[in-house]
């Protein structure tokens, strides 16, 4: 049952837990079809789109995160993908479970070496739940931002904290808005001008969203991808995990636990479940 804060539970009667009741049910309506927007188009190249995402200096630090975190206890990834963290994660002895809306992302992962150990339950990460408790649940690499409403959202904080055994871990790693980078009346910010890859974020402030556009040219093809997403504050997340009964226990930049400050760009937040 959900609580606020230091606060006791609300009673069934109590307009907060019916809110909450209400939440998960609008985000039971609202599921976007079929595989999303990861594809099958899109989860057949993910990884090679991805690559710096693989990199030992960026995975190796995430993985161990996880593993510390994790403590001997089960770990649930919300938007598994194609494995990129629970494989790794798994073969450094953390019993692993996932949950995925793209069948073409799972059916990737599942492919790979190792996978089968690994039970990934098909569905959306703010409503579906996978068999048991555990003591993580994690959500990485700016996944929470494709829930596009604030009510989704919450709903994803209330799903992992139903996951979780008292004393777990429900942690995200998303960027920082960038709105301090837009000059006045503008709105694109390009992310990332590399070979092969052009990325754009388009920002609707208005409605607290943005859009960004991919734009590859690898190996003789020339892609593009539009990816919607929600963006909210570190203080907006706090309060989410709050509302589900989570308190905050650690911010860092990055999974090197690099301190938080003014001028980071992402934050790794861990918060904790400390009552049933």
């Known amino acids: 049952m959900a609580r606020l ?5 609300p009673s069934p009667t109590d307009p907060r837990e019916n809110r909450l009741r209400d939440v998960v049910g609008e985000c039971k309506s609202c599921r976007m079809s079929a595989d999303g927007v990861f594809d099958d188009h899109i989860a057949r190249t993910y ?3 991805s690559a710096e995402m693989f990199a030992p200096e960026v995975l190796g630090p995430t993985v161990h995160f996880l593993a510390e975190l994790a403590d001997g206890r089960r770990a649930l990834e919300f938007a598994i993908g194609t494995g990129r963290v629970a494989l790794p994660l798994s073969a450094r002895g953390v019993d692993v479970a996932g949950i995925e809306l793209s069948r073409a ?5 599942m492919a790979k070496p190792g996978a089968a150990g690994i039970p990934v339950t098909i569905g959306d990460m703010a409503t579906t739940r996978a068999e048991g408790t555990f003591g993580l649940v994690y959500l990485v690499y700016n996944t929470i931002t494709n829930l ?3 009510d989704e959202q919450v709903a994803c904080f209330c799903n992992a904290a139903a996951h979780l055994d008292v004393g777990g871990h429900f942690v995200i790693e998303v960027f920082v808005p960038a709105l301090r980078r837009l000059p006045p009346g503008e709105s694109l910010i390009a992310f990332d001008v590399s070979n ?3 990325g754009v974020d388009e920002y609707d402030i208005t409605n607290q969203r943005l859009t960004s556009h991919h734009y590859w040219t690898a190996n003789g093809r020339a892609d593009t991808l539009d990816s919607p997403h929600r963006y909210a504050w570190p203080a907006e997340y706090d309060l989410m995990a709050r509302i589900v009964g989570l308190t905050l226990r650690e911010r860092w930049s990055d999974w090197q636990r690099t301190p938080f400050t ?3 760009t992402s934050h790794v937040s861990v918060w904790e479940k400390t009552s049933a």
């Not at 992302?105 to 992962?109: F, I, T």
Request: glycine share 14%; net charge negative; proline share 0%.
């Open 262 to 264: 003014a001028d980071s």
């Open 196 to 198: 092969g890859h052009v």
């Open 148 to 150: 596009l409403t604030q």
């Open 105 to 109: 992302m799972a059916a990737e992962m």
């Open 5 to 9: 804060g230091g606060q006791q539970s």
């Open 47 to 49: 990884d090679e789109d």
